[in-house]
């Protein structure tokens, strides 16, 4: 059975493993946080660059089917017709993916980022007793004013991720991106759903945005996050304090670019394109 692919992406610690958690509820839907798939996506794709000697033997079109071939046989054991892979990575290979499946959507979920650095941190503190595989040695990871610098960095967790959005955003191919807010999803999920599915030419599913379901374990240990990968099992909004220092949190609360959609074709739901929620 052929599969439809899309795609998740966007900014870490703004709701992309929630949204996994609430479309695999669906029975046609197979979602789940970052898969392998990206990164041996990229390996193969520079492989067949020109370093490769024999790179001249490859053609255009073998190209695009081995590329494809790696979503196709690391889902062929999925019985779900519509696959959504999740990777940080997809918003910078837009023109790419588009070249190789046209129709495809991709899913951005976006947060204020010095909710994201807050995230991030209250984690760090969380497992203090396991040195975390995001920093390199304690020069990045003495403070937390070295944390954030270490994890706003272009090639880095938070720094990544926001660049290749901010590419993404303003791209000819954002008319392929959903750039969904983490405050409105915990706010209002019964309201955003149904424009997600409508994004993605899906029919609506009734969801139980109280009884989710989804964690790795095993992975969050492993680089020393434990929790990274939690999703309570309520969909809710959670207001807290910050962890984050004044003059940190302040840095950073100004960088929300997608709320101003000048300039762009990209789809986002906000407040204004999401009906109120019912009384």
């Known amino acids: 059975m052929s599969k439809t692919f899309h795609?998740?992406?966007?900014?870490?610690?703004?709701?992309?493993?929630?949204?996994?958690?609430?479309?695999?509820?669906?029975?046609?839907?197979?979602?789940?946080?970052?898969?392998?798939?990206?990164?041996?996506?990229?390996?193969?794709?520079?492989?067949?660059?020109?370093?490769?000697?024999?790179?001249?033997?490859i053609d255009e079109r073998q190209r695009e089917r081995m590329l494809r071939g790696i979503f196709d046989l690391y889902y062929q054991e999925h019985p779900q017709e519509v696959i959504v892979d999740t990777?940080?990575?997809?918003?910078?290979?837009?023109?790419?993916?588009?070249?190789?499946?046209?129709?495809?959507?991709?899913?951005?979920?976006?947060?204020?980022?010095?909710w994201i650095m807050d995230s991030v941190e209250r984690l760090?503190?969380?497992?203090?007793?396991?040195?975390?595989?995001?920093?390199n040695g304690p020069a990045e990871s003495d403070t937390v004013y070295h944390r954030t610098e270490a994890l706003a960095g272009r090639d880095r967790f938070v720094g990544f991720s926001?660049?290749?959005l901010k590419e993404a955003f303003y791209s000819p191919e954002a008319r392929n991106i959903l750039v969904i807010d983490y405050d409105l999803l915990t706010q209002a999920p019964a309201q955003v759903m149904p424009l997600v599915y409508q994004f993605l030419g899906e029919p609506a599913f009734?969801?139980?945005?109280?009884?989710?379901?989804?964690?790795?374990?095993?992975?969050?240990?492993?680089?020393?996050?434990?929790?990274?990968?939690?999703?309570?099992?309520?969909?809710?909004?959670?207001?807290?304090?910050?962890?984050?220092?004044?003059?940190?949190?302040?840095?950073?609360?100004?960088?929300?670019?997608?709320?101003?959609?000048?300039?762009?074709?990209?789809?986002?739901?906000?407040?204004?394109?999401a009906p109120a929620p019912s009384k």
């Open 7 to 57: 795609f998740t992406s966007g900014l870490p610690r703004s709701g992309s493993t929630l949204l996994a958690a609430i479309l695999r509820q669906n029975p046609r839907i197979h979602a789940s946080m970052t898969s392998p798939v990206g990164s041996l996506f990229s390996s193969l794709h520079t492989t067949m660059g020109q370093a490769n000697e024999f790179s001249d033997f």
């Open 87 to 114: 990777n940080r990575l997809w918003c910078a290979r837009l023109p790419l993916l588009m070249r190789l499946f046209p129709n495809a959507k991709v899913l951005c979920t976006v947060r204020n980022v010095a």
């Open 124 to 135: 760090v503190r969380k497992n203090a007793l396991q040195p975390s595989k995001l920093f």
């Open 162 to 164: 926001y660049y290749a």
């Open 206 to 273: 009734a969801h139980d945005f109280e009884n989710l379901d989804y964690q790795e374990p095993g992975f969050d240990a492993r680089i020393g996050l434990s929790g990274l990968h939690e999703v309570k099992r309520k969909v809710a909004f959670r207001p807290r304090q910050t962890v984050l220092p004044p003059d940190l949190f302040k840095q950073y609360s100004q960088l929300d670019f997608w709320k101003n959609t000048e300039g762009s074709v990209a789809n986002v739901i906000n407040a204004s394109t």
